[in-house]
């Protein structure tokens, strides 16, 4: 079996493009690989700044012969009336290299078997190796050169080879060789003697090309520089996969910053270091210090100009942030509520203020619905949870909104609740982050999300598989894991409905008439229920995909089918929980034959004077023994507990009588067991 190696070195490429350019020659070498059935074990992809490799282990030295039946020209027309081959026949035979006692006749058509010699893996390999790499796909691809085909950035060197045996390829205006090269600082002509060696050459060349081994090595140091401190570095997946990214030989180096900085909110300093200069933060005994880790690119020893280069740009980012704060809080956060007035929310949905006004009342609606007499928090939450998007440092920083207004509310003087609240409100960020843990930020939360929901899809912006207009997919998951991690019982239906009345109705252009006219069409379109329904739809479907995991999946379904799940969550949930669990198949099979019957409901009362059998009056009072205000799972346990006088009824009783008004008593009877079952 045999083992290739390929190594495309280029200029520093995009961090974002590398993941997409691992995943994206891993499956375009297992499509070349599969298309041509040349077996092959594993397909491994490495990544740096500057290279892609490949290392495919396992080959196979050619593909198989393959035999192939071919269709020709009818065979009319292939042959004359003395059975000799026509032009047509000749043609057909001479293009694929055949003779006439190759030829066959099935189904009227002139056929041939034919075998396809397989290729050895040298000529497959540089007959698809080019166009794959060419296949590659990211943002900002250009023309490097004088060339006119386009790469993420300008290809240096190119290493190719199959066991011991260099494999000439050409990619744009490169041809490969067996010389690699090493980090900048380093080794530059590294010759690869053979794939299997390298990995180890490129180590020794300060060349760490396993993105998962030089992951963990950023961990592993970044721990060990802390360590040293006491202390716990900070970094989030996004910016581990960064640092990975632009570097190929990982060093782990400890700044220090003047500790003035750290009397601005902690998120202001985390995210100067996190999101705008990579470093990792440094937290002991819960606290932000003010020390932090820079993963550098580097080989040696000396970190003076590191260190003091470091220092000295986020300097001038924290110096910016002490002043925006500094300015921001010369007037309480309340102040800033007007201002939003002049910050359009979405085109014909109004400012942000107006929005506000929105969240406020949808708030005390879903408040009161909630139980909550005292909601003056949850008032104040939603009147504040935006006014920070008009301060200085939430234009600098914009992922810090409302984490600045829960600062500037404390700033203020606010509620300890409402400053939660309105950080809160935002939750969750993501799938997998934390939901709003207060009331207020979850109640506002909701209303900020179920107006974006309904303000897109009100402007006839749904969301397609390319786009989300505002981030609605994610609106809808966060109401979704707010309701069920908190068990709010809320009907989103209703809360729906009344959003969409909140919202702006579009007059137009035109004379008073006009402009009522199309005021009234735009709100008659609302109540109509069909944005209602759209809306509605498109939130279950984001809770069965976010529920697909744990629940099979035709199970919520058919819950949903059942009964609007938007009207009480939880309650769908349960409901779920129960037929997932539900194992009886004497229990299913008596449903499914209800079903097969009932072509639709009747619509008829049950009438006991038209029992001919026991069964029939048995089945009856056995149905009106179960309750429908009962727990799910007592619910069930009552079906079950009936069910061999359901199967009695199928065994005594036929459905369909020659008695018309027995036939049609008895699909009553049937209609109200179905209730139950359904």
């Given at each position: 079996?045999?083992?290739y190696?390929?190594?495309?070195?280029?200029?520093?490429?995009?961090y974002?493009?590398?993941?997409?350019?691992i995943?994206?020659?891993?499956?375009?070498?297992?499509?070349?690989?599969?298309?041509?059935k040349?077996?092959?074990?594993?397909?491994?992809?490495?990544?740096t700044?500057?290279?892609?490799?490949?290392i495919?282990s396992?080959?196979?030295?050619?593909?198989p012969?393959e035999?192939?039946?071919?269709?020709?020209?009818?065979?009319?027309?292939?042959y004359?009336?003395n059975?000799n081959?026509?032009?047509?026949?000749?043609?057909?035979?001479?293009?694929?290299?055949?003779t006439?006692?190759?030829?066959?006749i099935?189904?009227?058509?002139?056929?041939?078997?034919?075998?396809?010699?397989?290729k050895?893996?040298?000529?497959l390999?540089?007959?698809?190796?080019?166009?794959?790499?060419?296949?590659?796909q990211?943002?900002?691809?250009?023309?490097?050169?004088c060339?006119?085909?386009k790469?993420?950035?300008?290809i240096?060197?190119i290493?190719?080879?199959l066991d011991k045996?260099?494999i000439?390829?050409k990619?744009?205006?490169?041809?490969s060789s067996n010389?690699?090269?090493?980090?900048?600082?380093?080794?530059?002509?590294a010759?690869i003697?053979q794939?299997d060696?390298y990995?180890?050459?490129?180590r020794?060349?300060?060349v760490?090309?396993?993105?998962?081994e030089?992951?963990q090595?950023?961990?592993?140091?970044?721990?060990e520089?802390a360590d040293?401190?006491g202390?716990?570095p900070?970094?989030?997946d996004?910016?581990l996969?960064?640092?990975t990214?632009?570097?190929?030989y990982p060093?782990?180096?400890v700044?220090?910053?003047?500790?003035?900085y750290?009397?601005?909110?902690e998120?202001v300093t985390v995210?100067?270091m996190?999101?705008?200069?990579?470093?990792f933060a440094?937290?002991?005994?819960?606290?932000?210090?003010?020390?932090?880790i820079t993963?550098?690119?580097?080989?040696?020893?000396?970190?003076a100009?590191i260190k003091?280069?470091?220092?000295r740009?986020i300097?001038?980012r924290?110096?910016?942030?002490v002043?925006?704060?500094?300015?921001d809080?010369k007037?309480p956060?309340?102040?800033?509520v007007?201002d939003?007035?002049?910050?359009t929310?979405?085109?014909g949905?109004?400012?942000?203020?107006?929005?506000?006004?929105?969240?406020?009342a949808?708030?005390k609606?879903?408040?009161?619905?909630?139980?909550?007499t005292?909601?003056q928090?949850?008032?104040?939450?939603?009147?504040?949870?935006k006014?920070?998007l008009?301060?200085?440092?939430?234009f600098?920083?914009?992922?810090?909104q409302?984490?600045?207004g829960a600062?500037?509310?404390?700033v203020?003087?606010?509620?300890?609740?409402?400053?939660?609240?309105i950080?809160?409100?935002?939750?969750p960020?993501?799938?997998?982050s934390?939901?709003?843990?207060?009331?207020?930020?979850q109640?506002?939360?909701?209303?900020?999300?179920?107006?974006?929901?309904?303000?897109v899809?009100?402007?006839?912006?749904k969301?397609?598989g390319?786009?989300d207009?505002l981030g609605?997919?994610?609106?809808?998951?966060?109401i979704i894991?707010?309701v069920?991690a908190?068990?709010?019982?809320?009907d989103?239906n209703?809360?729906i409905i009344?959003t969409?009345?909140?919202?702006?109705?579009?007059t137009?252009?035109?004379?008073v008439?006009e402009?009522v006219?199309n005021?009234a069409?735009?709100?008659?379109?609302?109540?109509?229920?069909?944005?209602?329904g759209?809306?509605?739809?498109?939130?279950?479907?984001?809770?069965?995909?976010?529920?697909?995991?744990?629940y099979?999946?035709?199970?919520?379904?058919?819950c949903?089918?059942n009964?609007?799940?938007?009207?009480?969550?939880?309650?769908?949930?349960?409901?779920?929980?129960?037929v997932?669990?539900?194992d009886?198949?004497a229990?299913?099979?008596s449903a499914?034959?209800?079903?097969?019957?009932?072509?639709?409901d009747s619509t008829?009362?049950?009438d006991?004077?038209?029992f001919?059998?026991?069964?029939e009056?048995?089945?009856?009072?056995?149905i009106n023994?179960?309750?429908?205000?009962?727990d799910?799972?007592?619910y069930?346990?009552?079906l079950?507990?009936?069910?061999?006088s359901v199967?009695?009824f199928?065994?005594?009783?036929?459905?369909?009588?020659?008695?018309?008004k027995?036939?049609?008593?008895?699909l009553?009877?049937?209609?109200?067991?179905?209730?139950?079952y359904?």
């Amino acid at each position: 079996m045999s083992k290739y190696l390929l190594e495309i070195g280029t200029e520093e490429l995009p961090y974002k493009f590398i993941p997409q350019a691992i995943e994206q020659l891993k499956n375009g070498f297992e499509n070349f690989l599969n298309n041509t059935k040349s077996a092959y074990e594993k397909v491994d992809v490495y990544a740096t700044p500057r290279r892609l490799a490949v290392i495919v282990s396992g080959l196979v030295d050619k593909s198989p012969d393959e035999e192939k039946i071919i269709k020709g020209p009818i065979a009319k027309a292939a042959y004359d009336e003395n059975g000799n081959l026509t032009k047509a026949g000749e043609g057909f035979a001479r293009k694929n290299g055949l003779t006439k006692d190759n030829l066959y006749i099935q189904d009227g058509y002139v056929h041939a078997k034919i075998v396809i010699k397989g290729k050895s893996i040298k000529e497959l390999l540089q007959e698809n190796v080019p166009s794959i790499v060419l296949k590659l796909q990211g943002s900002h691809f250009m023309r490097w050169g004088c060339n006119d085909e386009k790469f993420s950035r300008p290809i240096r060197w190119i290493v190719s080879i199959l066991d011991k045996e260099e494999i000439k390829i050409k990619i744009i205006d490169k041809e490969s060789s067996n010389i690699s090269r090493g980090h900048r600082f380093a080794q530059q002509n590294a010759v690869i003697g053979q794939p299997d060696d390298y990995i180890e050459i490129m180590r020794n060349c300060c060349v760490i090309v396993d993105q998962n081994e030089r992951r963990q090595m950023i961990i592993d140091k970044a721990k060990e520089e802390a360590d040293k401190l006491g202390a716990v570095p900070y970094y989030t997946d996004d910016l581990l996969e960064e640092v990975t990214y632009i570097t190929e030989y990982p060093v782990a180096v400890v700044c220090e910053f003047d500790p003035k900085y750290l009397e601005i909110p902690e998120e202001v300093t985390v995210t100067v270091m996190a999101v705008h200069q990579r470093y990792f933060a440094l937290h002991k005994d819960g606290k932000l210090i003010n020390k932090f880790i820079t993963i550098t690119n580097y080989i040696g020893d000396e970190f003076a100009n590191i260190k003091a280069g470091n220092v000295r740009v986020i300097k001038a980012r924290l110096d910016d942030a002490v002043f925006f704060f500094n300015e921001d809080t010369k007037k309480p956060l309340a102040d800033y509520v007007q201002d939003l007035k002049g910050i359009t929310f979405q085109k014909g949905m109004g400012s942000v203020y107006d929005k506000t006004q929105r969240i406020i009342a949808l708030s005390k609606d879903i408040a009161k619905s909630l139980g909550i007499t005292n909601s003056q928090t949850i008032e104040r939450t939603a009147l504040l949870c935006k006014a920070d998007l008009t301060t200085q440092l939430v234009f600098e920083f914009t992922e810090l909104q409302g984490f600045i207004g829960a600062d500037y509310a404390r700033v203020s003087g606010e509620d300890n609740q409402v400053c939660e609240g309105i950080k809160e409100h935002y939750f969750p960020l993501n799938a997998e982050s934390e939901t709003a843990r207060g009331i207020e930020g979850q109640i506002v939360g909701i209303a900020d999300k179920i107006d974006t929901i309904c303000a897109v899809f009100a402007e006839g912006k749904k969301p397609t598989g390319s786009s989300d207009p505002l981030g609605v997919r994610r609106a809808a998951l966060g109401i979704i894991r707010t309701v069920l991690a908190n068990n709010l019982n809320i009907d989103i239906n209703d809360l729906i409905i009344k959003t969409l009345l909140l919202l702006p109705i579009k007059t137009g252009d035109g004379n008073v008439l006009e402009k009522v006219k199309n005021a009234a069409g735009s709100s008659i379109n609302r109540l109509s229920g069909k944005i209602s329904g759209e809306i509605c739809d498109f939130i279950v479907q984001r809770m069965i995909i976010f529920l697909f995991e744990k629940y099979p999946k035709n199970v919520l379904e058919a819950c949903a089918s059942n009964k609007n799940p938007l009207e009480n969550i939880p309650d769908y949930i349960k409901r779920v929980e129960t037929v997932a669990n539900l194992d009886n198949p004497a229990l299913l099979e008596s449903a499914n034959r209800v079903l097969r019957i009932l072509k639709e409901d009747s619509t008829k009362t049950v009438d006991k004077n038209l029992f001919k059998d026991p069964a029939e009056k048995m089945l009856l009072d056995q149905i009106n023994t179960i309750e429908d205000n009962i727990d799910y799972n007592k619910y069930l346990e009552s079906l079950i507990e009936i069910n061999p006088s359901v199967e009695k009824f199928f065994t005594d009783v036929l459905v369909m009588d020659k008695d018309e008004k027995v036939k049609e008593n008895r699909l009553a009877l049937l209609t109200l067991l179905n209730r139950k079952y359904e």
